[in-house]
């Protein structure tokens, strides 16, 4: 499974998003202590798949952060590390790390990588580096896939959310923190919840 190069709408096109998708990872911990240690040859963001609902919600996050970079309006260290930073419902950095980031724990990990023309990698070396340091199988970074690493009552924790589905309606829990619904209910539930997660994420937006 190759790197997905993406280009996102309303942004040049000199700033691509680079994504690939593991699952199954045997080496979170040596990946998170690059990270710690600041190593620039792991300038990705890297996030728990778990907590990710959907190519929309983690696109989202990559535009916000793309978009705040050319504004000169990052809050964090680089544009890698706005990424998981954009994804938090509240302004606590280190906390968005914390839910958002990999973990020595992570199994899922999405990896996302800005070219950019100061940063100009290539997606050729960029699967070349991935493929090499993260010891796990490449999957294709789709919905379909998301779906079946999302933790979904790990997420409503996160956003303090309940959609009407599940959370506190007296429902029978299901697989992944759902309620007890056929698959239609399901389907219904998460897309429910993305839209609630995507306004989580605005509205701390509107409120900086």
Do not use: C, W
């Not at 620039?40 to 990559?62: C, G, N, P, Q």
């Not at 809050?75 to 890698?80: L, P, W």
Request: charged residues 20%; without cysteine; glycine residues 8%.
């Amino acid at each position: 499974m190759a790197l997905e190069s993406i280009a996102l709408e309303h942004l040049p096109a000199s700033h691509t998003v680079h994504t690939a998708l593991f699952r199954n990872v045997k080496n979170a911990s040596f990946l998170h202590q690059q990270l710690l240690a600041g190593n620039k040859d792991f300038e990705y963001a890297l996030i728990d798949a778990s907590v990710i609902m959907s190519r929309l919600h983690a696109l989202a996050a990559a535009y916000r952060a793309v978009n705040d970079s050319l504004e000169s309006r990052l809050r964090s260290r680089n544009v890698h590390s706005e990424i998981v930073f954009s994804l938090s419902p509240n302004n606590n950095i280190a906390e968005s790390f914390r839910r958002f980031g990999i973990t020595p724990q992570t199994t899922n990990l999405l990896a996302i990588k800005v070219s950019t023309p100061s940063s100009p990698a290539t997606a050729t070396e960029i699967q070349s580096h991935l493929s090499k340091e993260v010891d796990g199988e490449q999957v294709e970074f789709s919905d379909e896939v998301l779906q079946t690493m999302t933790d979904l009552a790990r997420v409503k924790k996160i956003y303090k959310l309940n959609s009407t589905g599940g959370g506190n309606n007296g429902g029978k829990k299901g697989v992944n923190g759902t309620s007890g619904l056929g698959a239609s209910g399901l389907e219904d539930e998460r897309k429910e919840l993305e839209i609630l997660v995507l306004g989580s994420m605005a509205l701390r937006g509107a409120t900086n």
